[in-house]
Nanobody
Framework: VQLQASGGGSVQPGETLTLSCTASGFSLGDYAVAWFRRASGKEREAISCIDDSDGYSQYFYADSGKGRFTMSRDSAKNTVYLQMNSLKPEETGVYYC?????WGQGTQVTVSS
């Protein structure tokens, strides 16, 4: 049972990154999946979540990402995505995905000019 986060990188302000969270050993479609960010010197914070447990997709986005961040699922790939548009320098940090008690290993996002 494992989660693997990927897709981080270094971008300039205003650019887009799409993070991926892929599960092995269990079906991500059966569970809510969340993304967290840990910025340097700060606590880990929740930034988005997708939950299909009631038979339809429900989404949560932290205020900071509303209108710019979008989560989606690809059930065939057992993967959840987080597309982040118009990135800001303060969104630099390590991004983690979480589902069914499992944490991904984190992927670094750096937003800098």
């Amino acid at each position: 049972v494992q989660l693997q986060a990927s897709g981080g990188g270094s971008v300039q302000p205003g650019e887009t990154l799409t993070l991926s969270c892929t599960a092995s050993g269990f079906s991500l479609g059966d569970y809510a999946v969340a993304w967290f960010r840990r910025a340097s010197g700060k606590e880990r914070e929740a930034i988005s979540c997708i939950d299909d447990s009631d038979g339809y997709s429900q989404y949560f986005y932290a205020d900071s990402g509303k209108g710019r961040f979008t989560m989606s699922r690809d059930s065939a790939k057992n993967t959840v995505y987080l597309q982040m548009n118009s990135l800001k320098p303060e969104e630099t940090g390590v991004y983690y995905c979480y589902a069914w008690g499992q944490w991904g290993q984190g992927t670094q996002v750096t937003v800098s000019s």
